[in-house]
């Protein structure tokens, strides 16, 4: 089967370059990180992206360094940090391998990179390395009881899934393996798909017959909205509710000492 490849994250990246049509992930990882005192600190986003998150961290005070092993994704931070007005540190390197010594940062996080990964441990351990003791990485991933999930396996199969290969996590596997890193998970976290999948599938068909009328989030403000954003805030505090989200995390600390 196919393994994921710098080339198709630089294809991605560069047919995504226009993030405003992009979604992003949510603010899930901000709003864990923003619990605590930012300034001072050393953040690193690993596996980059369009950086939005990393943006929110560097207005919050931290210093941010941004990681990716394509150009096109770092060259879309750059241009989204400028027009920001902020500060990131760019890296251009293979996150199992980072060039930065033991224990550089204070917090560390990725979304939609683990599951890229045959070897979870690979990047995890370089994870943990370069974290300093006491530091806090999130990890957020796909969640395997979701369609999503059925629909990725249906294109992995069928050779269509736009990078690769990629593996499924639940809570408790994402809890195994971050502690087989030497971390200690602390709390896990999620969210649901807003918009759902299928408005999503249909806005991108469309969008390739250049029909771009939908918005990227219909309804946005509405009475109706805002009752959903609500019930969805009050049912994250289930452990249940877990089990079907989209997205899942865990918030897993660097032990002070070993």
Not at 99 to 128: K, T, Y
Not at 150 to 158: H, Y
Not at 222 to 247: I, P, Y
Request: hydrophobic residues 40%.
């Amino acid at each position: 089967m196919r393994a994921s490849t710098p080339d198709h994250w630089d294809r991605y990246w560069k047919e995504h370059a226009e993030v405003e049509e992009t979604y992003d992930n949510g603010d899930r990882l901000t709003r864990e990180m923003l619990r605590e005192e930012l300034k001072g600190k050393w953040a690193l986003e690993v596996g980059a992206g369009s950086g939005r998150d990393s943006i929110t961290l560097a207005r919050a005070g931290a210093t941010v360094f941004v990681v990716d092993y394509v150009r096109s994704s770092l060259e879309v931070c750059r241009r989204l940090a400028e027009e920001a007005g902020v500060k990131l540190i760019y890296i251009e390197a293979d996150a199992t391998r980072m060039p930065v010594r033991e224990g550089s940062f204070d917090i560390l996080f990725h979304q939609g990179v683990l599951e890229h990964f045959r070897r979870p441990a690979d990047l995890l351990d370089e994870n943990f390395r370069i974290l300093k003791p006491g530091g806090y990485a999130l990890v957020d991933v796909p969640q395997a009881y979701h369609l999503y999930t059925i629909l990725k396996k249906i294109l992995i199969a069928m050779n269509k899934w736009f990078a690769g290969w990629e593996t499924q996590f639940s809570v408790a596997r994402l809890t195994r393996v971050a502690e087989a890193s030497g971390f200690k998970v602390e709390r896990a976290f999620g969210d649901w798909l807003v918009p759902g999948l299928a408005y999503r599938a249909v806005r991108y068909a469309l969008r390739q017959a250049r029909i771009t009328q939908l918005p990227l989030y219909p309804g946005k403000g509405s009475a109706w909205d805002r009752f959903m954003t609500g019930m969805r805030e009050r049912l994250k505090t289930r452990r249940w509710a877990l089990n079907t989200m989209m997205c899942i995390g865990v918030k897993a600390r660097k032990p002070a000492s070993r």
